[in-house]
């Protein structure tokens, strides 16, 4: 074995061994993918002003996939046909003039928090292609497609320009999404591109989160040493890999294969501060059944740790129901109201409650949103709701959001915007910009061409 000096430089190098180069290669698993994800952080700072800039330290993007319907939550239309506006009646809410979904009669007590985005419009009705454009901010390598797979070629997802441009310090990565990675049963390409570090790497992909923290026993993976390493071990290993980052000549490892990024993975390890995040049993029972005692409310309780903790964006996906999410084509009402919004409603306005409780709501951005939107006219055959990207909704809050407003209109219909349209690009810009990152800002890809992170406007009107 290697004899390492003080200095931390290598006397008697030997070549190490096959099966020693293998068992130091199993550190690479070991917990987090952190060896890349600290490899990939590389600071950079932007150059824009502007009310908001730099408000948020962090971010928690509430992605509720399948599209829900604009018109059965955030912007009903009590006036139009009953094949329009549905059968759910409207309830006031602390904003004056405002109005929201009878189901939502949490969420209408939080609306002096919230800034309500009634004209997001985009001209995509796929699932796949339009996921990538909410959560990179861009259109899609094949845009209008369910067919496209994620791919190296897509753009990387806001946490990963988050973890490239401004990177946390400590144990703790940048990035981190739950509680899956998104596909849907109906797609042909099955998983949504976008939820990657795309053309930036896998060293840039957001840490993931999988299963139920709901669940009795829910455990994240990767985090604390597997069995049958205990720290003398791991030590032992950490001094392999330092000797075989000083040039091991050896088939499939080169020079430099490991580096201090290495090191700081295996920190995170036996990092306390890093398992801790990550621990809901340690949350007062009462705060988890507020939020509810469900995957999605449990799944917003633990972003709400893990930004207390310095996580910088944690995307909180809605969750594989077995059931096509909101994407409610048929039984839309009866869906809607037993089994999407009162778990939406609940967690959401907890996390509310609870980011300003703790004195964390105002440097942390909320985002509430979907893919797209319902079809104004219902299904007759299946009351159901079809896509509609032309006009749907989102909400926003905290991260310096000035509360109690409406940003856009839509028509009589909820069918198009009628004044200030909204796209996933600007909704985009507006995260980097609360998070103090330019979105003019230039990255440059693997062949060294200069890309714009971002092409969207912030909306800085939110802002107060």
Known sequence: MADLGANGGCRGFRHPSRREALRAGVLGSLGLGLPELFRARARGEGSSSGPGFGRAKSCILIFQWGGPSQLDTWDPKPDAPSEIRGEFATIATRTPGLRISEHFPLLAAQTHRLAVVRSMSHGDPAHLSTAHRLLTGHLAPTPNSDSAPPSPGDWPHLGSLVSKLRPTRGAVPTAVTMPWTVAHPAAPGGKAPGQHGG????????????????????????????????????????????GLSKGADIPGVGPGAWDGFQGRALDALVSAEARGAFQLDREDPKIRDRYGRNIHGQCLLLARRLVEAGV???????????????????????????????????????????????????????????????????????????????????????????????????????????????????????????????????????????????TGSPLTPLFA
Not at 330 to 355: C, E, H, I, Q, S
Not at 378 to 388: F, K, L, M, Q, V
């Open 312 to 454: 910088g964006l944690a995307t909180v996906n809605w969750h594989d129901d077995g059931r096509n999410f909101w994407d409610t084509h048929g039984d839309n009402f009866n869906r809607l109201k037993r089994d999407l919004m009162p778990p939406a409603d609940r967690g959401f306005a907890a996390l509310l409650d609870d980011l300003d409780a703790r004195g964390l709501l105002d440097e942390t951005l909320v985002v509430w949103a979907g893919e797209f939107g319902r079809a104004p006219r219902i299904t007759a055959a299946n009351a159901g709701r079809e896509h509609w990207p032309r006009c749907y909704s989102a909400a926003l809050a905290g991260g310096g959001i000035a509360g109690g407003q409406v940003h856009g209109a839509s028509d009589r219909w909820a069918a198009y915007p009628s004044r200030d349209p909204v796209s996933p690009e600007d909704l985009g810009a507006t995260i980097l910009h609360a998070l103090g990152i330019d979105p003019a800002t230039e990255v440059r890809d693997p062949l060294g061409r200069p890309l714009q992170i971002n």
């Open 199 to 242: 053309w930036l790497g896998k060293g840039f992909d957001p840490f993931r989160v999988e299963g139920d923290p709901n669940a009795p026993g829910f455990q994240v993976g990767g985090l604390g040493l597997p069995e049958g390493v205990d720290a003398g071990r791991l030590g032992g290993r950490r001094d392999l890999l330092a």
